[in-house]
């Protein structure tokens, strides 16, 4: 237990270090202000020169106690400890470093990528930084809104705070990173290994299943399922393949039965027998 906290606070600690150094080296040079907490400082900084890092711990701080007396004592410890390696990274950085480019496409990819990177860290670190996922909380806690809408108006505001602020392009710029960083989480927290989930219905289930365990060594549920038009019994198989496999399971299902029914959609993560431990991922 004590093992894992610590992997845990260290995973934090790189996380925190790397989306301040998206932000100090391609965000903030270029005004590119992508959302959240970061982005309002970034629009602050250019109108009064305030630090960033000081200026995200003073509107964390009130959202955080917002924030735990609404979740409870357990949200603390660990957004405290986010907020302020997160502060302490950004205003450490920011005179010691330069802007790699003043491209803003570059910057606003680039950017994304890596605050993106260590945003997943910070996640996968079962951690936060604070900021926006506050917002949202507090949103949805006072007005019902969900959490994602309430992650999309805030970094709105932020955006558009930046086009009226700085120009309508830097605000879609920011749009950009937005969009990148959200994508890169999830590479991140997910991985990517993206495996296949087949549903497939056909009245020759059981040759096909066997040709599914034997010829791609990959296990199978089955279902009974009925039709809805015609009432009739069904017989469907489920498996996890990879993308690799997916043109084989399509050979095998044809050459059984040609009338079968195919599903195939993304596994964004599989967790169980053959495939990633369960312990592994609470």
Not at 1 to 21: D, H, N, P
Not at 122 to 145: E, P, Q
Not at 180 to 195: A, N
Not at 197 to 218: F, G, T
């Amino acid at each position: 237990m004590v093992k894992r906290k610590i992997i845990e606070y260290m995973g934090m600690t790189v996380g925190s270090f790397i989306i301040a150094l998206a932000l100090t080296v391609f965000l903030v040079p270029n005004r590119i202000a992508a959302g959240g907490i970061s982005g309002l400082a970034t629009v602050i900084f250019y109108l009064t020169n305030f630090p960033i890092g000081i200026t995200m711990l003073v509107f964390n701080i009130p959202l955080f106690l917002a924030s735990m007396k609404i979740m409870g004592t357990g949200f603390g410890l660990k957004t405290i400890y986010g907020i302020l390696t997160f502060s302490f990274f950004t205003d450490l950085l920011q005179p010691n470093v330069v802007a790699l480019t003043d491209d803003l496409l570059l910057a606003s990819i680039y950017g994304g990528v890596l605050g993106g990177i260590g945003l997943g860290i910070v996640f996968r670190s079962r951690g936060t930084t604070g900021g926006t996922d506050m917002i949202a909380t507090l949103i949805n806690y006072f007005t019902g809104i969900t959490v994602g809408e309430g992650l999309l108006i805030a970094d709105g505001i932020v955006v558009a705070l930046a086009g009226i602020f700085f120009n309508i392009e830097v605000a879609l710029y920011a749009a950009v990173t937005i969009f990148i960083t959200s994508q890169t989480i999830d590479v991140v927290q997910e991985g990517l290994h993206i495996k296949k989930a087949v549903l497939i219905i056909s009245d020759q289930a059981e040759e096909i299943n066997k040709k599914i365990v034997n010829d791609l060594n990959r296990g199978t549920t089955k279902f009974k399922g009925e039709g809805g038009f015609t009432g009739s019994e069904k017989k469907v198989l489920m498996s996890i393949i990879s993308r690799t496999e997916v043109s084989s399971l399509k050979k095998i299902v044809a050459e059984i039965d040609k009338d079968a029914f195919v599903v195939i959609s993304n596994a964004n993560e599989v967790i169980g027998e053959g495939f990633a431990e369960i312990a592994e991922k609470i």
